[in-house]
């Protein structure tokens, strides 16, 4: 048995802020964190050597392991309140965006670029917004600060050294099972690794798994009666076009935030993590699900742009469970494309016919995920969210014209599984004593800063 002062479960940027933070404050308080994936440096995708996703066991490396999966998708930072989940919510804008400001200063002592996106040139951004106001749509301003993905690898991985140096324990390649409870009052964690199983015991536990860890926590809330409720859970697909098509927006915003509410449903759609010259990419779940996200590289650039387009849907009576809803449509989509990702151009869609691999090789537009299956995602998409897609895709093409270009690409299943929502007070205390949930997984946050932020918040509580 081992005894600690705080144990947090998870190394994504919750979890990292909070020892970070407890840290700068000064705390002499013992920390562990238990990671189920590997430290940073030793997070390695064989994509690159393969040219294909190998299904990587027991689990995928960019999802999974320190810095957790946004570090090692495209890696940006939102600067806004108005972005990254309903946090603000429960704690003011006033001091989100304080919070987000301090730790964004933090962000730079560690390496990341001094440039931020989307900021000045104002009359390029009216113009923008007049044709979003137009099109139906609202613009979001969000100045963005681009870790790039090789870059966020190497600003984690001095992050990783200083926790370490400053004495905090990282339990990499073991797995969190269950918490260990006395009645409403949690005392630890059950953990398992390669060779043995251990008992983690703690003062406060903080349960910081992240997207990945969503369904799992969902779990945890459920044979624990831990007090949640189900939340928004997103379905959508990832859209890339060329560069050309989406050039103005990137130069003036760098990531377009637009929201919608598109008839005949009025859902709200919206347009998330836009990767300029950028790739798209195949992440794996748990159960083998394969899911679409993108990248995009400080260096490497490609001839394309890539955005998701994600659709919101809530699930209460009779009905509460909106993440395994996500994981069927998934599944779904997965089963016609082989376990590969399908991709789709958008004038089939309209045509009403599938996609062959023949027509994609004819396109100005090539897509940057290879292994991706060209077929029908229409014939698993549910029709509900199928619509609103189309119907922002439209309404988009009105703010940069040619979006809804016939041979635009669009490929599923893009899901963020963040619907669990943890009920809990400001100091992010659960009906659990002892008990904290932050980030994505928690249901109040969507994104590296705004998770970021919520582990600097629980640091100072903590220290």
């Not at 690159?48 to 999966?69: D, E, L, V």
């Not at 390029?124 to 139906?136: H, L, P």
Request: glycine letters at 10%; charged letters at 25%.
């Amino acid at each position: 048995m081992k005894k600690y002062d705080v144990a947090i479960v998870g190394a994504g940027p919750a979890g990292i802020f909070t020892a970070l933070e407890m840290l700068k404050k000064g705390s002499k308080k013992s920390i562990v964190i238990i990671e189920k994936g590997k430290s940073v440096e030793n997070r390695k995708c064989p994509k690159a050597k393969t040219g294909r996703c190998m299904n990587c066991k027991p689990y995928c490396h960019i999802t999974t392991g320190f810095s957790g999966a946004g570090a090692f998708s495209d890696g940006k930072l939102s600067l806004s309140y108005e972005v990254g989940g309903d946090l603000p919510q429960l704690i003011g804008e006033d001091i989100a965006q304080e919070t987000i400001d301090y730790t964004d200063k933090i962000y730079l002592e560690f390496g990341a670029d001094t440039h931020v996106e989307g900021v000045g040139n104002t009359e390029e951004v009216k113009e923008i917004r007049k044709r979003a106001i137009q099109a139906g749509l609202k613009l979001v301003d969000c100045p963005i600060r681009h870790l790039g993905t090789e870059k966020a690898q190497e600003l984690y991985f001095a992050i990783e050294r200083y926790l370490i140096e400053h004495g905090v324990e990282i339990m990499f390649d073991s797995q969190c099972s269950d918490l260990i409870l006395d009645g409403e009052k949690c005392l630890g964690v059950k953990i398992a690794n390669k060779n043995s199983t251990e008992e983690i015991y703690a003062d406060h536990t903080v349960v910081a798994t992240g997207r990945r860890g969503a369904d799992w926590l969902e779990q945890l809330c459920t044979d624990h009666g831990i007090a949640h409720q189900p939340g928004t859970v997103d379905i959508g697909v990832r859209v890339e076009v060329r560069n050309e098509v989406i050039e103005k927006v990137n130069q003036v915003l760098y990531e377009s935030k637009l929201v919608g509410y598109p008839k005949p449903f009025k859902n709200k759609v919206r347009t998330f993590c836009q990767n300029p010259g950028g790739f798209v990419a195949q992440e794996n779940y748990d159960n083998d699900l394969a899911v679409v996200n993108g990248h995009s590289y400080k260096e490497l650039k490609s001839d394309n742009t890539n955005l998701a387009i994600l659709c919101s849907h809530n699930f209460t009576e009779p009905f509460n469970q909106p993440i395994a809803y996500a994981q069927k449509v998934g599944e779904l989509t997965n089963m016609l494309g082989a376990g590969h990702i399908l991709v789709q151009r958008f004038g089939d869609i309209l045509d009403g016919k599938r996609t062959w691999q023949k027509e994609l090789s004819r396109s100005n537009l090539k897509p940057t995920l290879p292994d991706a299956v060209a077929g029908d995602i229409t014939a698993a998409m549910p029709y509900r969210a199928m619509i609103n897609i189309i119907n922002f895709i439209q309404a988009m093409d009105h703010v940069v014209p040619g979006f809804a270009s016939p041979e635009t690409l669009l490929y599923s299943p893009e899901l963020k599984f963040y619907s669990n929502r943890v009920k809990m007070d400001t100091d992010f205390n659960t009906n659990i004593k002892g008990l904290h949930c932050l980030g994505d997984s928690s249901g109040w946050t969507r994104g590296l800063m705004m998770a970021s932020v919520h582990g600097v918040l629980m640091g100072r509580i903590l220290a």
